[in-house]
Structures are given as C-alpha cells and as structure tokens.
C-alpha cells in the first residue's frame, strides 16, 4: 500500500464520493482507513459561494419565522417571504448543513446543491492533489526570517564583520538570534546583498569561498504557496464559475529607488498603478487597505474576488491581503477575511498574467526602462493611468478601458475611479510618451534611452549626433 495518495486516488474518492458511497466503503475499496478518508475530505475540501443566499432559507430560523418584513407597506406578510430579508434581521442565524459536519463532509453529489443557499464545501480531486504537493515541497523548502529578524540579523552582521569577526563567530555570539540557520545560509545572504552595509567585501575570506549557485530569497512568509498555486486556482475557479482573477505586478524603475505596483481587471482592462518607495509585503498590504477603504467591502470583493500575483517576495504574505484588522487604531491583532482568495502564477511564467504584462508594455512607453521614478509624484502616476486607460482597444470593440469599467461597475465604479484620480482623456488628447510628465521626466528617460544604446555621457559628440 503506498504511502502517499496520489491523483488517480483522490480521483477515485472523488467520483465514489459523487456516487453517494460512503466513507467506510471508500476505505475499504482503498485500503485505507476511514480516518484517513474523512481526514483527506475536511483537510482538502474547496470553499464555494455558489448559490449563497439564493434562498431565505439561508436563515435557521425560516421555518419558524413569523417577524413582520422591514421597510415595507404591507406588515401582514411575512418576512421570510420577501427576498433577502435575512439581510437586515437582527434575528438572523445562519443555517448549518448537517452533510457538511459530518460524513461526507463535502458536498459533492448532493441532491439539493442547485437549490441550497448555504455555503458549499467541494472535493476535487485536481486541487487536492495540488494542495498537498505544494504542501510537501514546502515544507522542505528551510526556514526564512521575517524583516524584523531579517533587520536584527543585519545589525548584528554588520558590527561584527567590522570588528573583523567571522560569520561563524557572529552567529555562536548571537545563538539566539542565528538558532535554525547554517553558516552557509548567511554567507549566501551577505553574498547576495540582504544585508545593507554588509557587503561580500568585509568578509575576511571571501576570495576563498565560491558564490552560491543559487540566490536564496527571503520572504515574509516562505510557505505562502501552499494551497495557492495555479492548479488549485483552476479548482476554485471551477466551484466559483464567472469569477476572473485580477492580476498584479510590480515595476521597477531603478535599483533601490522608487517601484510602481500595478493591476488589471482582465475584463474591461482597465489598470491601475501605485508609486511606492520599496518592493515589501507590508507595502501590499497597505495599498489593499487603501482600496478596500476606498472601494467599499461590496465593490472591493466585485474588483479583487481572485488575485493573482506572480512570486515576488512582496506578494509573500497572502493571509494580510485577504484579511483586515478591524480595529487598527488600538492595534488590535484580530484579523478579519475580506472573502477574496489569493493565488500565485507558476515560478517564471509571467504567460499566466498576461493582462497586466501587456499593461506593462504600455507602461513602458511612458516609463521608460531604466530611468527611476524618484522624482515622480502619485499624481504623475494617476495622469500616465488616465491616458492607458482611455486607449481604445480592439479588444473591447473598439472601446477603452475606463468605459468598459464603468459599464460593468456602474456609478459606483466611476467614483471609485474618480477617488483614485483615474479620469476619461479625450480620444484626441491621448499620449504615450515620457513628455507627458513634463520636462524633467523627459530628460530623467533621454538618459536612460542613451545609456541603453551604449551613451554613457549626455552632451559628448554622440548625443549632439
């Protein structure tokens, strides 16, 4: 008997669970204990909001209801007789399906699924499968440091490579601060520039140690791609039909300066973008709670259902995105979801986004490669974005973006856009060049364009050509 399930198993619970055979018969059949069955159901089920609230039946209480309905004329009927009633009763309780507390645990092959206005729980097999390899491989991928730590651990570097001490003796002085971490893990991080004024230079034998083969990466959270990669998202699109993800980006102006994160709803292309100082998880962070203030929870769950980044280690803290603190002001640490989920595109297959890549080309005509955006404002950002989105666009039939995202959100999506400082350019008036920002951005891209083509010096004999 093996001891890891694979596809072709949880395929085959899958279809005997859709078949109403119940979890003893599906041990038995596999081998397996019944433990592991319904451990493998509850551990790997998918969440869905197929159906919610199709019915007021969503309330415990429908049978026995006999409240009179709210803001409404007519007080002799009922409320559990007028659509959504259970939205503003104070006596609401949500119902709770026995099927889902007990054997089968999913919902898979229920009778009542195209009716019931309950939360659903789903089983497939494809995105268990997926959970639990990115789950193994994971969990072997090491430890990684928070930015606290990671901030800690430079401090202490720093001070004792220019006392002319080892890494070695660095870390037996500061054991716990080092615990869990080789002395080759650190090498490569100094290697590698993580830690700012602790170059490869200062080390005492540098010459005599060869530069790791591969970079390692620290992210806030180093197993934020369990449960989130594109196979899973392929499974909770299936359970969540008409959702499409939104994607996001970052783009780098210069090294260390300034960084633009940007996003496209793929449906009306429409893209936003945000000036930022550094590429950090809790920069996102920020940015997501600024639009989920601004947006509304209602519209802001319509614009970010599914988000999808690629594996920067500023996306790296997935739980902060889809979760707020409510109660920021006393620094509460109670977090709350925002009801969107977040996924990762495969490691180098930026194919997976392409919306937001395009964006990116369009970007590029403002922006140029390699001049740094430092001296650039959020309202510089916000006329570049006005004028990408007013592009009109094959694709739309003939239509830009900004009207594609106004007919599909209405008035609420217009101030939105309004709020953000997106507005509607003139056909006529729209321009894709680096003058748009004005003179100094104008000369800031110049420079970059020569340096690009081998012009080292603005004013020599080859820019004067």
Same mark, same amino acid.
């Given at each position: 008997?093996?001891?890891?399930?694979?596809?072709?198993?949880?395929?085959?619970?899958?279809?005997?669970?859709?078949?109403?055979?119940?979890?003893?018969? !599906?041990?038995?059949?596999?081998?397996?204990?019944?433990?592991? !069955?319904?451990?493998?159901?509850?551990? #790997?089920?998918?969440?869905?909001?197929?159906?919610?609230?199709?019915?007021?039946?969503?309330?415990?209480?429908?049978?026995? *209801?006999?409240?009179?309905?709210?803001?409404?004329?007519?007080?002799?009927?009922?409320?559990?007789?007028? $659509?959504?009633?259970?939205?503003?009763?104070?006596?609401?309780?949500?119902?709770?399906?026995?099927?889902?507390?007990?054997?089968?645990?999913? =919902?898979?092959?229920?009778?009542?699924?195209?009716?019931?206005?309950?939360?659903?729980?789903?089983?497939?097999?494809?995105?268990?499968?997926?959970?639990?390899?990115?789950?193994?491989?994971?969990?072997?991928?090491?430890? #990684?440091?928070?930015? @606290?730590?990671?901030?800690?651990?430079?401090?202490?570097?720093?001070?004792?490579?220019?006392?002319?001490?080892?890494?070695?003796?660095?870390?037996?002085?500061?054991?716990?601060?080092? +615990?869990?971490?080789?002395?080759?893990?650190?090498?490569?991080?100094?290697?590698?520039?993580?830690?700012?004024?602790?170059?490869?230079?200062?080390? $005492?034998?540098? =010459?005599?140690?060869?530069?790791?083969?591969? /970079?390692?990466?620290?992210?806030?959270?180093?197993?934020?791609?369990?449960?989130?990669?594109?196979?899973?998202?392929?499974?909770?699109?299936?359970?969540?039909?008409?959702?499409?993800?939104? @994607?996001?980006?970052?783009?780098?102006?210069?090294?260390?300066?300034?960084?633009?994160?940007?996003? *496209?709803? $793929?449906?009306?292309?429409?893209?936003?973008?945000?000036?930022?100082?550094?590429?950090?998880?809790?920069?996102?962070?920020?940015?997501?709670?600024?639009?989920? @203030?601004?947006?509304?929870?209602?519209?802001?769950?319509?614009?970010?259902?599914?988000?999808?980044?690629?594996?920067? $280690?500023?996306?790296?803290?997935?739980?902060?995105?889809?979760?707020?603190?409510?109660?920021?002001?006393?620094?509460?640490?109670?977090?709350?979801?925002?009801?969107?989920?977040?996924?990762?595109?495969?490691?180098? =297959?930026?194919?997976?986004?392409?919306?937001?890549?395009?964006? #990116?080309?369009?970007?590029?005509?403002?922006?140029?490669?390699?001049?740094?955006?430092?001296?650039?404002?959020?309202? #510089?950002?916000?006329?570049?974005?006005?004028?990408?989105?007013?592009?009109?666009?094959?694709?739309?039939?003939?239509?830009?973006?900004?009207?594609?995202?106004?007919?599909?959100?209405?008035?609420?999506?217009?101030?939105?856009?309004?709020?953000?400082?997106?507005?509607?350019?003139? +056909?006529?008036?729209?321009? &894709?060049?680096?003058?748009?920002?004005?003179? /100094?951005?104008?000369? !800031?891209?110049?420079?970059?364009? &020569?340096?690009?083509?081998?012009?080292?010096?603005?004013?020599?004999?080859?820019?004067?050509?």
């Amino acid at each position: 008997m093996a001891k890891h399930m694979d596809s072709v198993v949880r395929g085959q619970i899958q279809f005997w669970v859709e078949s109403h055979k119940s979890v003893a018969w !599906i041990a038995r059949s596999l081998g397996k204990p019944p433990s592991t !069955i319904w451990r493998e159901l509850i551990n #790997h089920r998918m969440p869905s909001d197929k159906g919610y609230g199709c019915s007021n039946r969503l309330c415990a209480r429908f049978d026995v *209801c006999t409240r009179p309905s709210y803001g409404a004329t007519d007080y002799k009927s009922l409320a559990k007789n007028k $659509p959504g009633c259970f939205e503003a009763c104070p006596d609401f309780r949500e119902a709770v399906c026995e099927r889902l507390s007990s054997a089968p645990f999913v =919902c898979n092959g229920c009778e009542h699924e195209r009716s019931c206005p309950l939360m659903k729980r789903f089983y497939l097999a494809d995105g268990a499968e997926a959970a639990y390899r990115s789950a193994l491989v994971n969990s072997r991928t090491g430890v #990684h440091p928070d930015d @606290e730590t990671a901030a800690k651990m430079g401090a202490a570097v720093r001070d004792g490579l220019r006392k002319g001490q080892s890494v070695r003796h660095i870390l037996r002085a500061n054991g716990e601060l080092f +615990a869990g971490y080789a002395d080759s893990t650190v090498y490569g991080w100094i290697n590698d520039g993580l830690f700012a004024g602790a170059g490869r230079s200062m080390l $005492p034998f540098a =010459c005599s140690r060869r530069k790791p083969h591969k /970079k390692p990466v620290t992210k806030t959270n180093a197993k934020c791609r369990v449960g989130r990669t594109m196979k899973e998202l392929y499974a909770w699109l299936q359970a969540h039909p008409g959702v499409t993800p939104t @994607e996001i980006d970052t783009v780098i102006g210069s090294i260390s300066g300034k960084v633009l994160y940007t996003m *496209c709803f $793929p449906k009306s292309r429409l893209a936003l973008a945000f000036l930022r100082d550094a590429k950090t998880s809790q920069t996102t962070t920020r940015i997501f709670n600024m639009l989920w @203030e601004l947006a509304g929870p209602k519209l802001f769950k319509r614009l970010f259902a599914v988000v999808l980044p690629d594996n920067g $280690p500023e996306f790296s803290d997935p739980e902060t995105i889809e979760k707020y603190r409510p109660d920021p002001v006393h620094n509460s640490t109670k977090l709350v979801p925002r009801g969107i989920k977040v996924f990762f595109c495969d490691p180098y =297959c930026s194919s997976q986004k392409p919306h937001v890549e395009r964006v #990116h080309i369009e970007l590029r005509r403002i922006f140029e490669k390699g001049a740094p955006f430092d001296s650039l404002m959020q309202e #510089h950002v916000n006329l570049a974005m006005s004028h990408v989105n007013s592009l009109t666009r094959d694709s739309l039939g003939g239509k830009c973006a900004y009207d594609a995202f106004v007919e599909e959100f209405g008035d609420e999506g217009r101030r939105f856009l309004d709020a953000l400082g997106i507005r509607r350019i003139p +056909a006529s008036e729209v321009t &894709l060049h680096p003058f748009l920002l004005g003179e /100094k951005f104008q000369r !800031i891209a110049d420079k970059a364009v &020569l340096r690009k083509n081998g012009v080292k010096k603005p004013g020599t004999d080859e820019l004067k050509k």
